[in-house]
């Protein structure tokens, strides 16, 4: 069975640095890409950035470029997500998710770690 | 990339057929058949329930089927039980290597 535990959300202040990690087991993680995908409170969802298997193609959402940087470890079977200079915006729950963002889908979900940027 | 649209409510009775669209742009839904969609139901993650248009991943009933026309997708629920009330979204490849989610849609089972 996929399981996807992300972990190291919390309250920050804008401006403010956090990273999320995402720990994956049930399936051959080095052979999958991943993805971040956000959801504010009471929102619709947003995707944020991708990560190809090896680590060599990245992508992101044009509204965390240059703030957010996405990045595994295949020896940990983990899935990073390093956030820089917070904004309330930010403000969301955080799902990792395995899947081909070129193929339009994703198919396991993580259940989320909340991020709150406020002051 | 703008947003898909999605009706933000819907309903229907149990037993009924109910059909949730997905309008997008030729940049989009109408460029690529890899749109997809979720339920999610409250304080759960999204679950998969469609993808590249109208595959069904294994475990999701046949009840759940997808189709496309143009810049607009569809997704019809047929013979509703009340455990499929839930938020629905829809999402498309966007090109240029992004992904872009509709704005979801509220299914409720009368």
């Known amino acids: 069975e996929v399981q996807l535990l992300e972990s190291g959300g919390g309250l920050v202040q804008p401006g403010e640095s956090l990273r999320l990690s995402c720990t994956a087991s049930?399936?051959?993680?080095?052979?999958?890409?991943m993805n971040w995908v956000r959801q504010a409170p009471g929102r619709g969802l947003e995707w944020v950035s991708a990560?190809?298997?090896?680590?060599?193609?990245?992508y992101y959402a044009d509204s965390v470029k240059g703030r957010f940087t996405i990045s595994r470890d295949n020896s940990k079977n983990t899935l990073y997500l390093q956030m820089n200079s917070l904004r309330a915006e930010d403000t969301a729950l955080y799902y990792c998710?395995?899947?081909?963002?070129?193929?339009?889908?994703?198919?396991?979900w993580g259940q989320g770690s909340l991020v709150t940027v406020s002051s | 990339q703008s947003a898909l649209t999605q009706p933000p409510s819907a309903s229907g009775s149990p037993g009924q057929s109910v059909t949730i669209s997905c309008t997008g742009t030729?940049?989009?839904?109408?460029?690529?058949?890899?749109v997809s969609w979720y339920q999610q139901h409250p304080g759960k993650a999204p679950k998969l329930m469609i993808y590249?248009?109208?595959k069904r991943p294994s475990g999701v009933p046949d009840r759940f089927s997808g189709s496309k026309s143009g810049n607009t997708a569809s997704l019809t629920v047929s013979g509703l039980q009340a455990e499929d009330e839930a938020d629905y979204y829809c999402?498309?490849?966007?090109?240029?290597?992004?992904?872009?989610f509709g704005g979801g849609t509220k299914l409720t089972v009368l």
């Open positions: 999402s498309s490849y966007g090109g240029s290597n992004n992904l872009v």
């Open positions: 590249e248009v109208n």
């Open positions: 030729s940049s989009d839904v109408g460029g690529y058949n890899y």
């Open positions: 990560i190809s298997a090896g680590g060599m193609t990245i």
């Open positions: 998710a395995k899947g081909y963002v070129t193929r339009g889908f994703f198919d396991s």
């Open positions: 049930g399936f051959t993680f080095s052979s999958n890409a």
